[in-house]
Nanobody, 129 residues
Framework: EVQLVESGGGLVQAGGSLRLSCAAS????????IGWFRQAPGKEREGVSC????????YYAESVKGRFTISRDYAKNTVYLQMNSLKPEDTAVYYC??????????????????????WGKGTLVTVSS
């Protein structure tokens, strides 16, 4: 059974940092891209970042470029999202997800939540002003 478990959310002041973790199990971690998404109250779920499996290439939404960094630890089957210079508009529930297809390259297509198949339950990030 595919499982994705997010952790690391919390309350932080604007300008602060958090590191989210996504622990994966139940599938061959090395073969699958992992994406981070977020959903703020009253808004649609949006793609934040993604890391490919084959070459580790990455994708970032324009709104987080230069502030967020995605990485993966193959030994721990975990993907991280380092979030710096946080803004109140980053407040959301953050989810990690993976498609049911091996070897995909991250990009605009996999920044669409509809194209991901497995999801974690999310972790709440609140950025106060």
């Amino acid at each position: 059974e595919v499982q994705l478990v997010e952790s690391g959310g919390g309350l932080v002041q604007a300008g602060g940092s958090l590191r989210l973790s996504c622990a994966a199990s139940g599938f061959t971690f090395d073969d699958y891209a992992i994406g981070w998404f977020r959903q703020a109250p009253g808004k649609e779920r949006e793609g934040v970042s993604c890391i490919s499996s084959s070459d580790g290439s990455t994708y970032y939404a324009e709104s987080v470029k230069g502030r967020f960094t995605i990485s993966r630890d193959y030994a721990k089957n975990t993907v991280y999202l380092q979030m710096n210079s946080l803004k109140p508009e980053d407040t959301a529930v953050y989810y990690c997800a993976t498609p049911d297809e091996t070897g995909v390259m991250c990009g605009v297509y996999y920044s669409d939540a509809a194209n991901m198949d497995y999801w974690g339950k999310g972790t709440l990030v609140t950025v106060s002003s």
